[in-house]
């Protein structure tokens, strides 16, 4: 099947740095990738869609200064988080629509924690 | 945008056959259902997808009524490595742009 790569898989940075992200579609053209971030024992929420060329379209509830998404290729697409802080913790995740039957295809997640 | 309502948490032993049901009453017409299972700390895996009636592949089947208000995943012979979170979504097949909205998923303990 597709695949998505997400990088990094993990990262600790101080408060007040930006820590940015990366997803991949490895085998396919994504036109489209989705940004979640995931508490623990919770699901996963959405944060923006990303679409290749164009400005991402945020949630309600999501700061689209704070979450930077950028869809430069389409195969790449980008999320920093800016000026983070310990609430900032939490598990991103990425995924990608494309392939066989457009299916979606998530990363393997990227892990953060802002001490 | 179809709600999907599943149980929280279910319990099994391993070689048993588990379903799990999902409720969609509000299904579109274009909508499909698919289902994802998530280990602690990775993202969403492809399980199955389907449209109508009954699909099947290497790891499950996918049982869909005619009217297509609910659907059951079912695992058959879990084994441990099968306890996951495991998530039901509708969503247009064919339309790139759709975002997919999760719901609170069900957690499989599957027991020695």
């Known amino acids: 099947g597709a695949v998505v790569s997400q990088h990094p898989s993990w990262v600790i940075c101080k408060s007040g740095t930006s820590v940015k992200i990366e997803c991949r579609s490895l085998d396919f053209q994504a036109t489209t990738m989705f940004w979640y971030r995931q508490f623990p024992k919770q699901s996963l929420m959405l944060m923006a869609t990303?679409?290749?060329?164009?400005?991402?379209?945020?949630e309600q509830g999501v700061e689209k200064d704070k979450f930077l998404i950028n869809h430069a290729s389409l195969t790449l697409s980008t999320l920093t988080v800016t000026s983070a802080h310990p609430e900032d913790s939490s598990f991103y995740i990425c995924?990608?629509?494309?392939?066989?039957?457009?299916?979606?295809?998530f990363g393997s997640g990227t892990q953060l924690s802002v001490l | 945008l179809a709600k999907t309502t599943q149980p929280i948490s279910m319990d099994s032993y391993e070689g048993q056959e588990v379903n799990i049901t999902c409720s969609h009453n509000?299904?579109?017409?274009?909508?499909?259902i698919t289902w994802y299972q998530q280990f602690p700390s990775q993202g969403p895996r492809f399980i199955i997808q389907g449209y109508k009636t009954k699909v099947t592949n290497e790891v499950a089947s996918l049982f869909i009524p005619a009217d297509r208000k609910s659907s059951t995943l079912s695992l058959p012979r879990v084994s441990l490595s099968d306890t996951a979170v495991y998530y039901c979504?509708?969503?247009?097949?064919?339309?790139?742009?759709?975002?997919?909205?999760f719901g609170s998923g069900t957690r499989l303990l599957v027991r020695p």
């Open positions: 995924s990608a629509r494309g392939g066989e039957a457009e299916k979606l295809f």
């Open positions: 990303s679409n290749e060329g164009s400005k991402a379209t945020y």
């Open positions: 979504l509708v969503a247009p097949g064919m339309d790139s742009s759709y975002k997919l909205i």
């Open positions: 509000n299904i579109a017409t274009n909508d499909y």
